[in-house]
């Protein structure tokens, strides 16, 4: 699907220079003499490297057509993700440098959202909000305001994130899948 420059956002998947191409940043620039151009940096879907190129505002860019399907996280290995279509009951399996450092938030029957582009796996997203348990954190100091200080704390899984100073090993708390941060204690 042909769009404008101007219409660039960051997160979108463009087709360039016959590869698959992530929108990093965007910035649109109307110099004071000539046209208004978008400069874009991208980083490549398949070959992890970045470009950055300007686009003129009266040029078009194909914005890639992805397939988007759920699945139900299963189990992994040493290299892959194993997941499961609740309907047809296929199975697909994506390696692990896919899915990335929030594959260890994946849990057992988890709903996620797989996109596709040209039939082969390129993303996976998570919900936006899983539960987790703490296994350690650091003890809270005394005299520390709740608002001006986080404590570090390792959850079951093996990540590593900051929690307020209230939260103890043993505690079930909600973390954001979208920037691995703490949202709250349940």
């Excluded at 505002?57 to 299963?74: G, I, P, Q, R, Y």
């Excluded at 994130?161 to 954001?176: L, N, R, S, T």
Aim: with cysteine; hydrophobic share 35%; glycine share 6%.
């Amino acid at each position: 699907m042909k769009i404008n420059a101007g219409e660039i956002r960051v997160g979108m998947l463009l087709e360039h220079k016959n590869d698959l191409w992530e929108v990093l940043k965007t910035q649109h620039v109307k110099p004071g003499k000539g046209g208004a151009f978008a400069q874009v940096e991208m980083k490549s879907v398949n070959k992890n490297t970045k470009l950055n190129e300007r686009f003129r505002s009266s040029e078009t860019v194909e914005k890639a057509s992805l397939e988007e399907t759920d699945f139900n996280f299963l189990y992994e290995d040493d290299n892959n993700f194993f997941f499961i279509e609740p309907k047809s009951f296929e199975q697909i399996e994506i390696k692990k440098d896919i899915v990335g450092e929030k594959g260890k938030l994946l849990t057992e029957n988890l709903g996620v959202s797989v996109s596709f582009y040209n039939e082969k796996a390129i993303s996976v997203e998570l919900p936006n909000q899983v539960t987790c348990q703490i296994k350690t954190t650091d003890v809270a100091l005394k005299k520390q305001t709740v608002s001006s200080s986080y404590k570090p704390a390792v959850l079951d899984n093996g990540l590593n994130i900051q929690v307020p100073p209230f939260i103890e090993a043993g505690d079930k708390i909600i973390v954001d899948t979208r920037n691995l941060e703490y949202v709250k204690k349940i």
